[in-house]
């Protein structure tokens, strides 16, 4: 059974940093062909994805507008994935989730072939 829990989020002040982390159990990040990366949920917007490990793991995706200033991770010892997000800014508001798809995930998934959620952690940016 995937589980994926979230923790780290919380308010900051733009131009501040949090790290997001989220925990999986049921399967084991190093050594998965799953794809699993960050989305995020401002309210009245649709779910945006912001940070993806792709194609079986081996590629990285990321938001234009993330670009540059959040940057994802596996911590295969913890076997936890995280959201390092610098120079925060009040349109980084928003519920972010970590998500996960089936094994053998290759090349570029959309965002319905995610199965596996996780609850989502709050980031609120002031300005």
């Known amino acids: 059974q995937v589980q994926l829990v979230e923790s780290g989020g919380g308010s900051v002040q733009a131009g501040g940093s949090l790290r997001l982390s989220c925990a999986a159990s049921?399967?084991?990040?190093?050594?998965?062909?799953?794809?699993t990366g960050w989305f995020r949920q401002a309210p009245g917007k649709e779910r945006e994805r912001v940070a993806v490990f792709y194609n079986r793991g081996s590629d990285v995706y990321y938001a234009d507008s993330v670009k540059g200033r959040f940057t994802i991770s596996k911590d295969n010892a913890e076997n936890t994935l995280y959201l390092q997000m610098n120079s925060l800014n009040s349109e980084d508001t928003a519920v972010y989730y970590c998500?996960?798809?089936?094994?053998?995930?290759?090349?570029?998934?959309?965002?319905?072939?995610?199965?596996?959620w996780g609850q989502g952690t709050q980031v609120s940016v002031s300005s």
């Open positions: 998500a996960a798809t089936q094994p053998m995930c290759g090349g570029f998934p959309q965002n319905s072939n995610f199965p596996f």
């Open positions: 049921g399967y084991i990040l190093s050594r998965s062909s799953r794809c």
